[in-house]
C-alpha cells in the first residue's frame, strides 16, 4: 500500500521555527518528485514548494522564498520542510506529496497524499 504521512506540524510563535517530515512506505520515494503543500481554513490550497527526484530541481513559492527549504533523502524515503521565520500567515495544514515532476510553471501532477499535519503560527 501507497502511503505518505506527515509529521512534525504543531504551534509556533511569529519568528519560530519547524521542520516538517515526509515519510513514504510502500514504494520508493527516488522515483518521484515532492511538493509540500497547505490549505489554510476557508482558503484553497496552494503550492508551497517541490523538489525534482534527483534533488536537482526546486521550487518555491514566492510567500515562503528565503524562509523555508525543502529537501530530501531518497536513502531514507523522506523529505522535509524545514520553515523558519514562521509568521501567522502560514498557519494551515501542510501536506506531502508524490508525483512525476516538480514544475516551474504549475503545482499539478501530483498523485499520492499524505493526511496532512497541521502549522498553527500564533503568540
Known amino acids: 500500500q501507497l502511503q505518505l504521512v506527515e509529521s512534525g506540524g504543531g504551534l509556533a510563535q511569529p519568528g519560530g521555527s519547524l521542520r516538517l517530515s515526509c515519510a513514504a512506505s510502500?514504494?520508493?520515494?527516488?522515483?518521484?518528485?515532492i511538493g509540500w503543500f497547505r490549505q489554510a481554513p476557508g482558503k484553497e490550497r496552494e503550492g508551497v514548494s517541490c523538489?525534482?527526484?534527483?534533488?536537482?530541481?526546486?521550487r518555491y513559492a514566492d510567500s515562503v522564498k528565503g524562509r523555508f527549504t525543502i529537501s530530501r533523502d531518497n536513502a531514507e524515503n523522506k523529505a522535509y520542510l524545514q520553515m523558519n521565520i514562521l509568521q501567522p500567515e502560514d498557519t494551515a495544514v501542510y501536506y506531502c506529496?508524490?508525483?512525476?515532476?516538480?514544475?516551474?510553471?504549475?503545482?499539478?501532477?501530483?498523485?499520492?497524499w499524505g493526511q496532512g499535519t497541521q502549522v498553527t503560527v500564533s503568540s
Open positions: 523538489i525534482s527526484s534527483t534533488g536537482e530541481s526546486i
Open positions: 510502500g514504494f520508493p520515494l527516488n522515483y518521484y518528485a
Open positions: 506529496a508524490a508525483g512525476a515532476w516538480c514544475s516551474a510553471y504549475h503545482w499539478d501532477g501530483y498523485d499520492y
